[in-house]
C-alpha cells in the first residue's frame, strides 16, 4: 500500500496567522481549487493546511469557497471525518484552513492497486465511511463531492472523509442555474442536470462508492453528458454482473442499485437507511423484504402483443423513422450536456407524436420508439411527473416487446418495475403515515 508518509524535514515558508504561527512543508496533494501541505505547528505538533492555489488566488469565488469551508468543517465532530483545527487569514491575505493531518491513502489508489476489495474490509470501509456521512447530514451539511478519491483509508482501515469544498449547509440558497460542480462519475443526474446538492445527491455518491469497491469501476463512466444521457436511459448494471466472480448477493445487489437510482425520490432518504441495509446484505442476513424478481405474475406481458402477432411497418418507412429518432435522442443528448435537461422533454415529445400510427390500433412508423419512451419516461421520473413516468415506461416496455429484441425487453422491464411495480408494492405494503 502507498500511503502518504511524509514528514517536515524540508520547511518552505512561514505562514502567520492571527493567533499563532504554523510553517509550511511539502505540498500533500493539489484539487481542483485549493492545495494542501503537511505544517508544523509551534508547538512541534503536525498538521495539514490547506490554501487557495496559487493559480487562483484572485478567484473571489474560489477563495470565498475556502472560507466557507472552515466553517462548515468546524460544526462536524466525528471520527471518520477529518477534523478543523483553525482557520484566518495569513500574511499574504489569504484564508486558509487547518486540520488534523489525516493519514492514509485514497481509496480510489486501493481500488485501482487491488481492484474490487474483498467483503470483510469492505465492510469495515463502508460502515465507517457512511457513519462519518450521517454525521455530516446530520450537522445539516451536503458534502456535495463525495468521491473514492475523497475517502482516506489507513493501515487497519480506519477510515476519514475530506475535502468540503463543495459542501453547503441544507438551508443554503441554490447555486446560480448551470454552474455543474463536482466528478461526473459520483454525480446524481439531478446534480449534473444543474440542480442543488441535497442528501440523496450524497447517498447517490456514496452508492457510487460502494458499486466501486464491489466491483472495481463506479457504475457509469465516460464525459459528463454521456453518463447523464446513460443514467437517464439505461438502468444500472448490477454489481453481481459487473463482477460475476466476487460472489455479490442478490441482497447486495438490490441495497447498492436502490442508493443509485436516477430519481432522488426512489433512493434511501437517509444515510443510517443505506447503512442498515448494505451491512445487513455484506453480513448475509435474510432480506427484511423479498425481491421482486422479473417475470412474477404481476407483471404485464399476458395483455402485450408478442412479435409474431405484429403488422411491421415498411423498411422504408422504418429506416425513416429510425433517422428520426436518432436525430431527436442526439438533440436530447445535446440540450442534457448543456445543463438544460428540461428543454429535450418537449422536442422528444414532438417527435413522438410525429412518429404516432395512423390510427388506433396500428403499429408504431418505427419498433424503435421504445428507446424515446425510455429517455422521456427517466426524464419525467426526474422531473417529478411521476403519473407520466410510469405511463411512458409502459408504452416503451409495450413497444419494446414488439421488436423480439432481448436488449430491448430487458431494459424496459427494469424500467417498468422501478416505475410502475415496485411502488405499487411498496404503497400496499407500507404501514404507518409520512412524515
Keep these: 500500500m502507498r500511503e502518504h508518509r511524509r514528514t517536515a524535514r524540508r520547511l518552505l515558508v512561514w505562514l502567520a496567522m492571527p493567533n499563532d504561527h504554523y510553517q509550511l512543508g511539502e505540498l500533500l496533494g493539489r484539487g481542483g481549487m485549493g ?37 462548515l468543517l468546524r460544526t462536524v465532530s466525528h471520527p471518520n471525518v477529518v477534523r478543523a ?49 450521517a454525521a455530516i447530514h446530520d450537522a445539516q451539511i451536503v458534502h456535495a463531492d463525495l468521491k473514492s478519491h475523497n475517502v482516506l483509508v489507513d493501515d487497519v482501515n480506519i477510515v476519514t472523509i475530506i475535502d468540503f469544498g463543495l459542501a453547503s449547509t441544507l438551508t443554503q440558497a441554490p447555486r446560480a442555474s448551470g454552474l455543474v460542480a463536482g466528478t461526473p462519475a459520483y454525480m446524481a443526474p439531478e446534480l449534473i442536470a444543474g440542480e442543488h446538492p441535497t442528501v440523496t445527491a450524497d447517498i447517490y455518491a456514496a452508492g457510487a462508492i460502494l458499486y466501486e469497491m464491489l466491483t472495481g469501476s463506479t457504475p457509469f463512466r465516460g464525459h459528463i453528458s454521456t453518463i447523464l444521457a446513460r443514467q437517464l436511459s439505461e438502468c444500472v448494471e448490477l454489481p453481481s454482473k459487473r463482477a460475476p466472480d466476487r460472489g455479490i448477493s442478490a441482497a447486495i445487489d438490490r441495497a447498492v442499485v436502490r442508493a443509485l437510482e436516477p430519481s432522488p425520490a426512489a433512493r434511501f432518504q437517509r444515510v443510517t437507511e443505506l447503512a442498515d441495509a448494505f451491512a445487513t446484505a455484506i453480513a448475509g442476513k435474510p432480506a427484511v423484504e423479498p425481491f421482486l424478481a422479473a417475470g412474477s405474475d404481476i407483471w404485464i406481458e399476458p395483455t402485450v402483443r408478442r412479435p409474431s402477432a405484429i403488422r411491421r411497418p415498411t423498411a422504408r418507412g422504418a429506416d425513416r423513422a429510425d433517422e428520426i429518432i436518432a436525430a431527436a435522442l442526439g438533440r436530447a443528448e445535446r440540450h442534457i450536456q448543456d445543463h438544460h435537461a428540461k428543454l429535450a422533454v418537449p422536442d422528444l415529445e414532438a417527435t413522438l407524436a410525429q412518429l404516432a400510427p395512423a390510427h388506433d390500433g396500428a403499429p408504431p412508423i418505427s419498433t424503435s420508439v421504445w428507446r424515446i419512451e425510455t429517455v422521456l419516461a427517466a426524464l419525467y421520473e426526474l422531473l417529478g411527473k411521476q403519473q407520466r413516468a410510469r405511463g411512458m415506461a409502459l408504452a416503451a416496455y409495450r413497444h419494446a416487446l414488439e421488436t423480439g429484441c432481448p436488449l430491448a425487453e430487458g431494459r424496459t422491464r427494469d424500467l417498468v418495475e422501478r416505475l410502475v411495480v415496485r411502488p405499487r408494492r411498496v404503497a400496499r405494503g407500507s404501514v404507518g403515515t409520512r412524515r
Excluded: W, Y
Design 35 to 71: 492545495q494542501v501541505h503537511i505544517a508544523r505547528h509551534r508547538s512541534g505538533r503536525l498538521v495539514a493546511i490547506k490554501r487557495v492555489r496559487n493559480t487562483l488566488a484572485g478567484d473571489r469565488l474560489v477563495v470565498d469557497r475556502l472560507a466557507g469551508e472552515a466553517a
Design 85 to 133: 483545527l483553525d482557520d484566518g487569514t495569513g500574511a499574504d491575505g489569504m484564508p486558509f484552513l487547518v486540520m488534523d493531518r489525516a493519514h492514509g491513502t485514497p481509496l480510489s489508489e486501493l481500488i485501482t492497486e487491488h481492484g474490487a476489495l474483498p467483503h470483510d474490509r469492505l465492510a469495515a470501509i463502508s460502515a465507517q465511511l457512511l457513519a462519518g456521512l
